[in-house]
T-cell receptor, first 115, second 115 residues
Framework: DTGVSQDPRHKITKRGQNVTFRCDPI?????LYWYRQTLGQGPEFLTY????????KSRLLSDRFSAERPKGSFSTLEIQRTEQGDSAMYLC?????????????FGSGTRLTVV | AQTVTQSQPEMSVQEAETVTLSCTYD???????LFWYKQPPSRQMILVIR??????QNATENRFSVNFQKAAKSFSLKISDSQLGDTAMYFC????????????FGRGTQLTVWP
């Protein structure tokens, strides 16, 4: 297992377009998290899944944002009608359930630029 | 809501010297997890060290150690024998409770190690 993978690494889109990001967690990790990070700030929580169930959503996750993890493996984060304020790094992380001492593993992120 | 505060936006240290990064947090929980993550310019978040709140012994990982003061809600990171490769943004993070759900991050401290 090569860790948490995110695709694409970079995305440039025009304002108003829809974008979708993908995250492949470590295979045996039950939990998957999405964070958003703007320049010079710490990551802000968006949502997380345990298997295919979405357990928590931040108020940051407006109705233009939707996340899925249909089979409890990879996850997608979609942003509809993108705005310039959506420009950020979108980070995915995963963690095992039960082996809490292992903590979280992060992916390299998807950098979104809305022009 | 939980908050994590890193009061030092930037720190610098000479190679081979020791530096301490500070972190305070606010939680009403009795048991929780604390983490320090390193984010070099490549942007991937890397776990440096973790601490479980019910364990009184301070965690250590090679050149990295923490000073965990539960009553004061303080969790500082000491880096000994600093190396050029330690140059990165460092984030302090905390869970809400004893399960690995969402993480609350501080705003980060940019550490520069100079020769």
């Amino acid at each position: 297992d090569t860790g948490v993978s995110q695709d694409p690494r970079h995305k440039i889109t025009k304002r108003g377009q829809n974008v979708t990001f993908r995250c492949d967690p470590i295979s045996e990790h039950n939990r998957l998290y999405w964070y958003r990070q703007t320049l010079g700030q710490g990551p802000e929580f968006l949502t997380y899944f345990q298997n295919e169930a979405q357990l928590e959503k931040s108020r940051l996750l407006s109705d233009r944002f939707s996340a899925e993890r249909p089979k409890g493996s990879f996850s997608t984060l979609e942003i509809q009608r993108t705005e310039q304020g959506d420009s950020a790094m979108y980070l995915c992380a995963s963690s095992p359930l039960g082996r809490r001492g292992e903590g979280y593993t992060f992916g390299s992120g998807t950098r979104l630029t809305v022009v | 809501a939980q908050t994590v505060t890193q009061s030092q936006p930037e720190m610098s240290v000479q190679e081979a010297e020791t530096v301490t990064l500070s972190c305070t947090y606010d939680t009403s929980e009795n048991n929780y997890y604390l983490f320090w993550y390193k984010q070099p310019p490549s942007r991937q978040m890397i776990l440096v060290i973790r601490q479980e709140a019910y364990k009184q012994q301070n965690a250590t990982e090679n050149r990295f150690s923490v000073n965990f003061q539960k009553a004061a809600k303080s969790f500082s990171l000491k880096i000994s024998d600093s190396q050029l490769g330690d140059t990165a943004m460092y984030f302090c993070a905390c869970t809400r409770g004893s399960t690995l759900g969402r993480l609350y991050f501080g705003r980060g401290t940019q550490l520069t190690v100079w020769p």
